[in-house]
């Protein structure tokens, strides 16, 4: 939603149908409260539009935004949910997205490039985030780490020009001499550990944060036989969502409930507490 949001809004029609399905979305928000959404429909059926229109409500960020809706259920939200400092994440899978990433690393990987874009900080939520912190803070030889790496690069390393240097660049390095010193560093690497560290760290600025993912199931059916840690994100997102408030909207066009790869013994993602469909 790159538009004008003004024109976005301007030009959006809300059918009956679509004001329950906004309401429902955006009405926790006030509250702090959270949702999942499954937002199903065919190609050219409008999902992109009205989500760039859910987009353009936050770019603009003010009740006379929710005024263009013309539904009076919308437009008494306009006042509460615009005196919320709201971190909005929108991000396509369009084209697979990144195939050769998880579910898992493309929402983390999204959740970092807009808290960074937002307050100019970085979140130390990655698995290498949380390696090297780990490294930092663990009681090591670290005159001995140095000497590998002078084997390895040749050059000349002390306490003074490690803290100097950029670690992200080093994770391989110190992967590798842990490994070599039969050294272990307790470091969780699912998606529930990353996200709510990434949830307690942007909530610390922010009141909610408000997710709008574009063509998910494309991306689904992409990864193939990947799409199975895939599902337990998409749970893990679904419980997550009782516990913080954050808000997540996700297109496709297709049922998640026909897609064999994501579906699980624990039941069905799409229901009225998991993600609640929009049909």
Known sequence: AEED??????NFIVTDELEKHFVKILSGIPDDQGGTFWLQGEFGSGKSHVLASLYS???LHTPEAYEYLERDSLVSLGNPISEKDVLVIPFSLAGGGDVQESLHRNIIEQTKDAYLEATGNE?????????????EDASLDRRAFFD???EESGGTWDEE???DTDKEIFV???RTWLREESISLEIDEDFRTSFELALDEILEEFDHIFYI????SEFLNRRGDEAKNDEDVLFSLADLKDEYPFTMVMAAQQSLEQNER???QRGKLIAEDRLHNLT
Do not use: C, K, N, Q
Request: hydrophobic share 45%; no cysteine; charged share 35%.
């Open 172 to 174: 391989g390095a110190i």
């Open 161 to 163: 020009a490690w803290d």
């Open 123 to 135: 979140l130390p939520i990655s698995r290498d985030d949380r390696l090297i912190e780990a490294f």
């Open 148 to 150: 590998y790496l002078e």
């Open 262 to 264: 994501v579906t699980s």
């Open 213 to 216: 993912v574009d063509e998910i």
């Open 5 to 10: 949001p003004d024109d976005i809004l301007d």
């Open 57 to 59: 409500l936050f770019r």
